[in-house]
């Protein structure tokens, strides 16, 4: 495991107010040997710039690199940065999102002892999944393509991935604004060997509620437009057959109904 090396790829836009905490999060690892970080700057107008490079100086010991390009959105900016990823595993992380302090250290011992996993994600904000449908979770389960049709345990700052799905699965969709995450590991899992630990080592968006409250996910329409791409994309994989489509397109927008009753219950609370 000492051998091991690990790329986390960052991408940024207008995160002034949180990326030097989102840095310190990585930087303060348990786990910090053979790491680089590679920061996308995707078109940043306030001055998250000059704060990433300020930092870089200050911590000449660790691996730091940032890239620019023009405001292209995150899919590209995850793209540019994992193109030039050089360790064995990448992990994602966002720019307003926290690891905790033992993040990489504990994936990278289940990684170890369980070298048949290629790719590996967590639960986040005091989170455990007990069940995927009818199925029970353990600490450790395996999760095919088919179950994140059903419940999407896998959220972007908690996972870790062998680069070599790169060369087979490639990248983001960068034509989907919403849900993108789901499109990749959609592909992912249907080829690949995916786990849950089920153990909460991430802090995403300040804890606040996963959709409804800002950013991208506060478009719940979209979200759902996305979410059935997703579908769909199942569908034209053969991941599912054309009964099951029309169960989890139904499924989905039960969901996106509830998710909508939740928002207008919030906030009349408020």
């Given at each position: 495991?000492?051998?091991?090396?690990?790329?986390?790829?960052?991408?940024?836009?207008?995160?002034?107010?949180?990326?030097?905490?989102?840095?310190?999060?990585?930087?303060?690892?348990?786990?910090?040997?053979?790491?680089?970080?590679?920061?996308?700057?995707?078109?940043?107008?306030?001055?998250?710039?000059?704060?990433?490079?300020?930092?870089?100086?200050?911590?000449?010991?660790?691996?730091?690199?940032?890239?620019?390009?023009?405001?292209?959105?995150?899919?590209?900016?995850?793209?540019?940065?994992?193109?030039?990823?050089?360790?064995?595993?990448?992990?994602?992380?966002?720019?307003?999102?926290?690891?905790?302090?033992?993040?990489?250290?504990?994936?990278?011992?289940?990684?170890?002892?369980?070298?048949?996993?290629?790719?590996?994600?967590?639960?986040?904000?005091?989170?455990?999944?007990?069940?995927?449908?009818?199925?029970?979770?353990?600490?450790?389960?395996?999760?095919?393509?088919?179950?994140?049709?059903?419940?999407?345990?896998?959220?972007?700052?908690?996972?870790?991935?062998?680069?070599?799905?790169?060369?087979?699965?490639?990248?983001?969709?960068?034509?989907?604004?919403?849900?993108?995450?789901?499109?990749?590991?959609?592909?992912?899992?249907?080829?690949?060997?995916?786990?849950?630990?089920?153990?909460?080592?991430?802090?995403?968006?300040?804890?606040?509620?996963?959709?409804?409250?800002?950013?991208?996910?506060?478009?719940?329409?979209?979200?759902?437009?996305?979410?059935?791409?997703?579908?769909?994309?199942?569908?034209?994989?053969?991941?599912?057959?054309?009964?099951?489509?029309?169960?989890?397109?139904?499924?989905?927008?039960?969901?996106?109904?509830?998710?909508?009753?939740?928002?207008?219950?919030?906030?009349?609370k408020h």
């Open positions: 495991m000492n051998n091991v090396k690990v790329s986390v790829v960052i991408p940024m836009y207008n995160a002034a107010e949180t990326i030097i905490g989102v840095l310190n999060s990585v930087y303060s690892q348990t786990w910090k040997k053979n790491l680089e970080i590679i920061i996308v700057n995707d078109g940043s107008t306030d001055n998250s710039k000059q704060l990433v490079e300020s930092y870089i100086l200050q911590h000449d010991e660790i691996q730091i690199e940032l890239l620019h390009q023009d405001n292209s959105g995150v899919s590209r900016a995850r793209n540019e940065g994992m193109r030039r990823c050089t360790g064995d595993w990448i992990c994602l992380l966002d720019s307003d999102d926290i690891w905790l302090p033992n993040k990489l250290e504990r994936q990278l011992q289940v990684l170890f002892e369980n070298p048949k996993i290629d790719f590996l994600g967590t639960t986040r904000n005091d989170e455990r999944f007990d069940r995927i449908g009818f199925r029970s979770l353990d600490n450790l389960s395996r999760i095919s393509a088919k179950d994140l049709l059903f419940k999407f345990v896998f959220v972007t700052p908690t996972v870790i991935f062998r680069r070599l799905i790169l060369e087979d699965i490639g990248y983001f969709d960068e034509t989907q604004r919403y849900a993108e995450e789901g499109n990749y590991f959609i592909r992912i899992a249907d080829k690949y060997t995916c786990y849950l630990l089920n153990e909460s080592l991430v802090i995403t968006g300040g804890r606040k509620h996963h959709f409804g409250e800002s950013g991208l996910s506060s478009n719940l329409w979209a979200m759902e437009k996305g979410e059935l791409k997703n579908i769909r994309l199942a569908y034209s994989m053969d991941i599912i057959d054309v009964a099951k489509y029309g169960l989890f397109s139904l499924f989905s927008i039960l969901k996106y109904i509830r998710r909508v009753w939740i928002v207008k219950v919030r906030s009349k």
